[in-house]
């Protein structure tokens, strides 16, 4: 590359340019993120008086499809911040003087070539800017000697600004991050999932002609006050109630309510979730044939059947070792065989001490064998498929804010739902009902 210093004419006296590099972009591949910084340096030195300038600009890429913009601006927030500042330092020591934008802009226009091309053109080494911004330090401090009291105003904020980039990628990552439980921990989690386990068994003969889904979760609450627990649910993101109620065409988080009837030949999802006094959870869930199997029709006896069934086929693949899509997709083919919808818009999920953690498990978009991530011993999680009548996928909210129904009110839905966790050699199924 020509050099800009050979290019000027100076004066005897003029500072002599003793160093010029390109900054070694570097780049952080954390995440699918890059932060590569681009830009120069050089060092002028005039008599015995040293200076030295950098240009350069941080530019933050993701590559990330599964990362949505807003996930991002943590890091976006910070970026599109753009200092320049200045600092100097006394003869004899090193002077800095520094432009750098950090130019980050988040969105669909990160992803986009062109906008890459711009972000790299502008942060682009420009040579002769930086060897005139060290002159002009140079210059004013060997005629002033003024204090040095800005100077580290620019590290200072660099330091700050890095620390926030750093910070927000950190909690975005931990905010993913799929908690491992120790050995010490499937002990307690065993008594939550027996707990649910026992608290829906408990119900179950309570799932007869006329009886109202009120009534039903007014059991399960009893129930658990009893063990001394209580429903996960209740008080759940303004959820009051110990339970989900989800008969024929309701598709999960039935509200149980006084005026919802069951009636001999329907199915209806009973999904109780729990938290023990130890704080764990389990959360456990089965579709029941009101009035006895005999009652339903061969269309609904076939639906439950092939969920039910599924749920095991997965479960069967569950080992430490396998991916989460070798566990989802003999779920999915089953359902599917049948020409059944594997619902997509209600997830499976981590659980622990929370009732909801990392992963976010799809059973319909995650179910491809090899895919997804690596089970582990100590993860714990759901498996929750909902199958539909009509292969038909799309749901609607009702009123009440919660009760989601197949879109055509017509097409039932069954579920079954179980919490497991990874053991070292197997799965173990935290919510089985050693009753049945
Ligand atoms: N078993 C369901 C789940 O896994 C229960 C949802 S409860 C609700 O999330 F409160 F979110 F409706
Ligand atoms: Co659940």
Redesign the pocket.
Known sequence: MESPFATRRRPHDAPVLIKHDECGAYMNYINNTDVIRYGTYVHVRKGSIRANATKSASVVYTHATQFSSKKFSTVATFSRRHRTSKKAAGAGGDTGARASRVDAAPGIGMFSKRAAARRRRAAEPDVSVAVARAERRLEKHSSTRSSSSTRGTRSLGDAVAYAAIALGVCLLLFSRRIPVHGPEDFAPMRRAGRLAARALAHVEPHVVPGVDTGTLDDVVRAFLASRGARA??LG??G?N?SS?ISPNEVV??GVPSASVVLNAGDIVNV?V?VVTSEGWHG?V?RTLFVGGRAAANVAARRLVDTTRDALRLGLEACRPGARIGDVLEPIARRLRAEGYGVVDR?A??G?GRR??QPPTIRHGAGAVRNRGWRLRPGHFF?I?PMATENGSVETATLSDG?TVVTADRASRSAQF?HTVGVGERACEIFTRDDAR
């Open positions: 996960a649910t759940y993101r959820y109630h989900c999960c988080h999904d979730a959360d869930s209600y499976a999920h659980v009732f909801h759901t929750e919660w739902e």
